[in-house]
């Protein structure tokens, strides 16, 4: 093996390491953190008005209840960043028929040498991890908190994330000492048409502010218009969507969420047939004939520019024996 020539060795200097364009990148991806953390929404924004208020009230917790596809989830996740500061002061989770206390506050896990430990959940954890930070507000968003027995998997926590309760100790069923910070928001999303919805417990209930989110052709145009869809055609797919919203069978007015892959005509034929037409068609399982009435207005909708203009009944419903 030949010896380096002298030539080939060169000492590094601290250009070669080129710490300027290190420096420059660490400022962009602080800068990118710093985004991270800006909710989307500003701050005249009706429902961030209305939870904040809430929280100013001194309620525990808000819900925002809707339809499906109103956007309850990014509401949530977006008030948390936007009343928190930071995406590191919100936690999440989803309740769901088999949830329970242990999931929730404390419970039993196995160790990997044998035998089990208890170990803090999700609540436990966003509590102790807001009493160690007093100066942020922290967020607990609770998917689809109807879709539990919420009563018995908040145990004896429910009495302690009322206001006026806040920062007492108190004893859970394990035998470990908790307390709720008062920098502590609860968010929780619910569809009103779940069959929990109706078991909500009063005590839940009187502890929590409700927010409603509408279905809103506003919103959906916007949300196109934004996607770059064609004028003309987001007038025919928010056309249809106001038709739904007029139904009397509240199960057919689906949020906006559901259109926002309507970007042309092909995409909308495929959103139709796996998504829009199946819901739909399931929500009037007892009444078929509203069904056969929606996809007509689903046909008039997807018609080209060109084509004639519907025909109404003296009732104001479309007359499909006129169509060709």
Not at 15 to 34: G, I, P, Q, T, V
Not at 99 to 109: M, N, P
Request: proline share 5%; glycine share 6%.
């Amino acid at each position: 093996m030949g010896l380096v020539s002298e030539k080939a060795v060169r000492t590094l200097s601290l250009d070669d390491l080129d710490l300027a364009r290190l420096a420059e990148a660490e400022n962009e991806a602080s800068e990118a953190s710093k985004l991270v953390d800006e909710s989307e929404l500003g701050e005249d924004d009706e429902v961030l008005s209305a939870v904040r208020r809430a929280h100013e009230m001194g309620y525990a917790g808000v819900i925002l209840s809707g339809p499906p596809g109103t956007g309850k989830t990014w509401y949530a996740q977006q008030i948390g960043v936007a009343l928190s500061g930071s995406w590191d002061a919100i936690r999440s989770v989803q309740f769901h028929p088999s949830y329970q206390y242990e999931d929730f506050v404390f419970g039993y896990a196995p160790k990997e040498e044998g035998g089990f430990e208890l170990r803090p959940k999700e609540f436990t954890r966003t509590c102790r991890d807001a009493a160690a930070n007093p100066d942020t507000l922290h967020i607990l968003i609770i998917d689809e908190i109807s879709r539990s027995d919420v009563v018995r998997v908040f145990g004896e926590a429910l009495t302690y994330i009322e206001t006026d309760k806040r920062e007492q100790p108190f004893q859970v069923a394990s035998g470990e000492e908790l307390s709720v910070p008062k920098n502590l928001l609860i968010i929780g999303t619910m569809n009103p048409w779940d069959k929990g919805v109706d078991e909500l417990d009063m005590a839940l209930e009187r502890r929590f502010a409700q927010v409603d989110l509408e279905p809103n052709a506003e919103t959906l145009r916007r949300l196109l218009i934004e996607r770059r869809v064609p004028t003309a055609f987001v007038e025919r797919i928010v056309g249809f969507f106001e038709k739904l919203q007029e139904q009397q069978l509240e199960t057919v007015r689906l949020g906006h969420a559901y259109f926002l892959r309507c970007t042309d005509e092909d995409a909308a034929k495929t959103v139709w047939r796996l998504r829009l037409r199946p819901t739909l068609r399931r929500a009037c399982r007892l009444e078929p004939a509203l069904f056969r009435i929606i996809e007509g207005f689903w046909d008039e909708a997807l018609k080209t520019e060109a084509a004639e203009p519907k025909v109404e009944d003296g009732n104001g419903m479309p007359d499909f024996s006129a169509r060709d």
